[in-house]
């Protein structure tokens, strides 16, 4: 399959196979701390989606084994496959449906402080600006267009499979959690013969 083309995904009852038959796979978290700290599956390893781009290389360089990446609904953990094949890792798979499916289906998950998810926090920031902007233009007409430019960013978001409100939403200590060791989720990823 070609980087260009779809990422290659399984369902969750296929990647709980996958998990069960080989311990060594690798379940990877790009989602925000905040959300992994919220619910995850129990051994991933979180590595927020900002934090692939950064550290490319290194993951391509040092990965071992299978790899699951997985997210709250399957659209960052796509994201992130792609970016990984396009860089020459094309063992990566994404789990469809994400952490929304893996639940619906009585995976395994360890529990945390509830928090929102990525998507929620955007359907709220943009209905509240569309519906601010709405009421505003009742005194000043040329405020429909911010609702506008948020209906046009959200097609785009659609079309591109990116959000950039979600990427600015991710910098909110809110959904930083009590933090990602990058460097830690880095060395887990690496094949065992290079582990220090």
């Given at each position: 399959?070609?980087?260009?083309?779809?990422?290659?995904?399984?369902?969750?009852?296929?990647?709980?196979?996958?998990?069960?038959?080989?311990?060594?796979?690798?379940?990877?978290?790009?989602?925000?701390?905040?959300?992994?700290?919220?619910?995850?599956?129990?051994?991933?390893?979180?590595?927020?989606?900002?934090?692939?781009?950064?550290?490319?290389?290194?993951?391509?360089?040092?990965?071992?084994?299978?790899?699951?990446?997985?997210?709250?609904?399957?659209a960052?953990?796509?994201q992130?496959?792609?970016?990984?094949?396009?860089?020459?890792?094309?063992?990566?798979?994404?789990?469809?449906?994400?952490?929304?499916?893996?639940?619906?289906?009585?995976?395994?998950?360890?529990?945390?402080?509830?928090?929102?998810?990525l998507?929620?926090?955007?359907?709220?920031?943009?209905?509240?600006?569309?519906?601010?902007?709405?009421?505003?233009?009742?005194?000043?007409?040329?405020?429909?267009?911010?609702?506008?430019?948020?209906?046009?960013?959200?097609?785009?978001?659609?079309?591109?499979?990116?959000?950039?409100?979600?990427?600015?939403?991710?910098?909110?200590?809110?959904?930083?959690?009590?933090?990602?060791?990058?460097?830690?989720?880095?060395?887990?990823?690496?094949?065992?013969?290079?582990?220090?």
């Amino acid at each position: 399959m070609s980087a260009k083309n779809a990422s290659p995904a399984v369902d969750v009852a296929t990647a709980r196979a996958l998990i069960a038959n080989n311990p060594d796979t690798l379940i990877v978290d790009v989602r925000t701390p905040g959300e992994y700290d919220s619910a995850h599956v129990p051994g991933s390893i979180n590595l927020p989606l900002d934090q692939v781009d950064a550290h490319l290389g290194r993951i391509v360089e040092d990965a071992g084994g299978r790899m699951l990446l997985i997210c709250q609904s399957g659209a960052r953990a796509t994201q992130a496959c792609t970016k990984l094949a396009n860089a020459g890792l094309p063992a990566a798979t994404v789990v469809t449906g994400g952490m929304n499916a893996w639940i619906t289906a009585g995976g395994p998950v360890e529990r945390g402080r509830e928090r929102w998810s990525l998507e929620r926090q955007v359907r709220l920031v943009a209905g509240a600006i569309v519906l601010l902007s709405i009421v505003i233009s009742i005194w000043v007409p040329a405020a429909r267009f911010v609702a506008g430019f948020i209906g046009a960013g959200l097609t785009f978001a659609a079309l591109s499979n990116t959000c950039a409100m979600g990427m600015m939403l991710t910098k909110l200590p809110y959904n930083r959690g009590a933090t990602c060791d990058v460097d830690a989720s880095l060395a887990r990823l690496r094949a065992p013969g290079l582990r220090a």
